[in-house]
C-alpha cells in the first residue's frame, strides 16, 4: 500500500510547491509521486483528481484532497502541533483567506500573460504583471510577511512563484526588483528559510521548464 501521506506533485507547480513548503513546515514525511506536465496525464492523477485532474492532490490514508489552498487548510488541521499556517484570530484568518484567495485568482494568470506569450501581449502583460505585484507589495507594506511578523499561510500561497522570477525576466525583458524591490526583500526573507527553500525548484531550471512549456504551448 502507499505511505501514509503521498503528493502527487510537479517539481515546476508553484501550486504543489505551496504544499511541499507546508509539509515541510509541519514535519511531515511523505512520498512525492511526480506527474510530468509536459506528458498525457497519469491515471493515478484522473482517478484521484476526476473533476479538475490538475495537480496537487495530496492522499492522506488513501484518500485525495484536492485544490492548493483546501490541501494547506487540511495540512493545517490535521497536523496541529506545531508551525501554524493560518492565524488563531477568526478575522485574522478571515483577512489570511480572503488575500490567499485574491492570490489564487489573479497571480497565476496575471503571471501566464508574460511567460506563455510574445510582442505586444506579453507587453501589456508585464504592465499587469507590474502593477499586481505593486498591489501586494503595497498589502505586504513594511511587515516582514505578509502574516505579520511570522511567516504563514499567504507566504506560503505567494512565495512559489518567486521561483519562476528569472523566467519570467529573462522572458520578458524586465527586472521585477526595479518596480517591487520589498516583494523581492520579502522573497529573500522566506528563501531564508530551509523549509522554503528547500521545496522551491531552482530558478534556471524552471526558465528550461518554461521554454520547453512554451514550446508544447505552440508560442514560440
Ligand atoms: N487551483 C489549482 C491549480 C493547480 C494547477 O493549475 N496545476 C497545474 C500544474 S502547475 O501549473 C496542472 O495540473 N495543470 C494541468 C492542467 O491544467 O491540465 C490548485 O491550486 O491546486
Not at 18 to 23: E, K, N, Q, S, W
Not at 27 to 44: A, C, F, H, I, N
Not at 124 to 136: A, Y
Not at 151 to 170: N, Q
Amino acid at each position: 500500500a502507499m505511505k501514509e501521506v503521498v503528493l502527487l506533485d510537479s517539481w515546476a507547480c508553484p501550486f504543489s510547491m505551496r504544499v511541499r513548503i507546508a509539509l515541510a513546515q509541519k514535519g511531515v514525511d511523505y512520498e512525492s509521486k511526480e506527474e510530468d506536465l509536459l506528458l498525457p496525464k497519469s491515471e493515478l492523477l484522473l482517478k484521484l483528481n476526476p473533476v479538475h485532474k490538475k495537480i496537487p492532490v495530496l492522499i492522506h490514508n488513501d484518500r485525495p484532497v484536492c485544490e492548493s489552498l483546501v490541501i494547506l487548510q487540511y495540512v493545517d488541521e490535521v497536523w496541529n502541533h506545531t508551525n501554524p499556517l493560518l492565524p488563531f484570530d477568526p478575522y485574522q484568518r478571515a483577512q489570511a483567506r480572503f488575500w490567499a484567495d485574491f492570490i489564487e485568482k489573479k497571480t497565476f494568470e496575471t503571471t501566464q500573460r508574460v511567460w506563455a506569450t510574445k510582442g505586444e501581449e506579453q507587453e501589456v502583460g508585464k504592465k499587469e504583471f507590474i502593477d499586481h505585484f505593486k498591489f501586494l507589495e503595497q498589502q505586504l507594506g513594511d511587515k516582514p510577511y505578509f502574516g505579520g511578523d511570522s511567516f504563514g499561510y499567504v507566504d506560503v500561497v505567494l512565495i512559489p512563484f518567486y521561483s519562476w522570477f528569472y523566467a519570467f525576466e529573462t522572458l520578458g525583458d524586465f527586472k521585477i526588483e526595479e518596480s517591487c524591490p520589498k516583494i523581492i526583500a520579502w522573497a529573500k526573507r522566506c528563501m531564508q528559510k530551509e523549509n522554503v527553500a528547500s521545496s522551491l525548484p531552482d530558478q534556471e531550471k524552471v526558465y528550461e521548464f518554461v521554454l520547453a512549456y512554451r514550446k508544447k504551448l505552440g508560442v514560440d
